[in-house]
């Protein structure tokens, strides 16, 4: 069966710090996507980026970078330079491929992060 | 940027009372799904939906749980008979053939008292 481990359950820093999500799957599939989401305190959940399996690259999209190993099995997620605007809860997610190519997320419990004025 | 939008994003219901969400998914995507997460809680898969029929579904989705795709646009979840622990924030999201990111609504708050 799938996992994502956010060991992280809460995170509090000073604006304009960095803060690094941690996020550790387990899965015997050897195809498989990770996903970072974030769930500002509005509710909805905004995609922030996915990868798959075979792309090891780190990835950095303006103050954002992410950081897949899959020697350790994790996929953590940097912010640099936080803004108040980051405070939400980041999910992070892996995807399973089921039936007819269809493909479900299992989520993490989530990490509150906190940004600090 | 296309959207998947959800409809009521907000109901109050009596127990036992039936209930059903509604959604619009992204016009050109294939796949369907709902997502459940529960007050403080990750968010869970419920099912999925393709070419017109439920392709998975996770242990929640019992007996009082329906979909259906009624025309060509919406998606609908249906609780026959509500209960306390129905009580969460429901999420449609939708995929198109060839990406593998899902796209979630902005939730509905379900709330039965």
């Known amino acids: 069966a799938q996992k994502v481990t956010q060991a992280q359950t809460e995170i509090s820093v000073v604006e304009k710090e960095d803060v690094t999500l941690d996020c550790v799957y387990e899965?015997?599939?050897?195809?498989?996507?990770l996903f970072w989401y974030k769930q500002p305190p509005s509710g909805e959940l905004v995609f922030l980026i996915r990868?798959?399996?075979?792309?090891?690259q780190n990835e950095i999209s303006g103050r954002y970078s992410w950081n897949f190993q899959k020697s350790t099995s994790s996929f953590n997620f940097t912010i640099t330079a936080s803004q108040v605007v980051d405070s939400a809860v980041y999910f992070c997610?892996?995807?399973?491929?089921?039936?007819?190519?269809?493909?479900?997320?299992?989520f993490g419990t989530g990490t509150r992060l906190t940004i600090i004025p | 940027e296309p959207e998947v939008t959800q409809t009521p994003s907000h109901q109050v219901t009596q127990m036992g009372q039936e209930v059903i969400l509604r959604c619009v998914p992204i016009?050109?995507?294939?796949?369907f799904y709902w997502y459940r997460q529960i007050l403080g809680q990750k968010v869970e898969f419920l099912v999925s939906f393709y070419n017109n029929e439920i392709s998975e579904k996770s242990e929640i989705f019992d007996d009082q749980f329906s979909v259906e795709r009624p025309d060509g646009s919406n998606f609908t979840l249906k609780i026959r008979s509500t209960k306390l622990e129905d009580s969460a924030m429901y999420f449609c999201?939708?995929?198109?053939?060839?990406?593998?990111?899902?796209?979630f609504g902005e939730g509905s708050w379900l709330t039965v008292v």
């Open positions: 990868r798959n399996s075979f792309d090891e």
């Open positions: 016009s050109n995507h294939l796949y």
């Open positions: 899965t015997r599939d050897t195809t498989y996507y």
């Open positions: 999201a939708s995929r198109d053939r060839t990406g593998n990111t899902i796209y």
């Open positions: 997610a892996l995807s399973e491929l089921s039936n007819f190519g269809n493909e479900k997320l299992t």
